[in-house]
């Protein structure tokens, strides 16, 4: 199903059913600051499954990350994390960053990483703001599955693509070719590993 979402002013209406279709399971294709992603409630773990088989990877190799509403999620879901570090992230948070962070018990156990870690967003975008919002708690969220980043900027073809695959592709209109930033947390000091959308000063 596609579904429209106005990219400045998301429809409550429409918000609520997607975090909905989330709830029950559903597997999404959404956009944010950077590109189109697969998205699910981070609690289902059957629809965390579906995700990876998508993506044909396994569960505990994946670059799965949390997106959020707000830093709120930051304390909850990660553990260890010093003033400075916050200070760090606090700064370039909402915008085109994954942070990898400890992760904290609240963290499913199928989605920490052999290194018990987590990536955490907050993009700069309404629409995932607003799904992220109505769920109450952060979307499992993976890149489009291939190298065709320039398929994956039209809802329209992402719907033809993955229509029998996914529950919802929300059109927020046409989206990015450049993925997040990539910022490893766990060191003192912050590590950049994959440049993408976002700049940070070391």
């Known amino acids: 199903m596609l579904v429209n979402v106005h990219p400045e002013n998301p429809q409550e209406r429409i918000v609520k059913k997607i975090a909905d279709c989330l709830k029950d399971g559903g597997v999404i294709i959404y956009p944010t600051d950077t590109v189109y992603g697969l998205g699910c409630d981070i609690f289902q773990p059957k629809a965390v499954e579906r995700i990876c088989r998508i993506k044909r990877i396994d569960p505990e190799k994946a670059n799965l990350s949390f997106v959020c509403s707000d830093l709120s999620d930051l304390s909850k879901y990660a553990r260890s994390i010093t003033t400075p570090q916050y200070r760090f992230i606090k700064q370039y948070i909402p915008g085109p ?106």
Do not use: C, W
């Open 97 to 202: 960053f994954t942070f990898i962070l400890h992760a904290s018990k609240e963290v499913p156990k199928i989605l920490k990483s052999k290194r018990n870690t987590i990536g955490l967003r907050v993009p700069d975008h309404k629409i995932t703001h607003a799904i992220a919002a109505a769920l109450g708690h952060p979307i499992l969220s993976s890149s489009l599955p291939g190298d065709m980043v320039e398929e994956y900027t039209n809802p329209e073809l992402i719907h033809t693509k993955f229509e029998k695959l996914v529950d919802i592709v929300v059109d927020g209109g046409i989206g990015g070719m450049e993925y997040s930033t990539v910022v490893d947390m766990i060191d003192e000091q912050p590590k950049i590993i994959r440049q993408g959308m976002g700049y940070v000063e070391l």
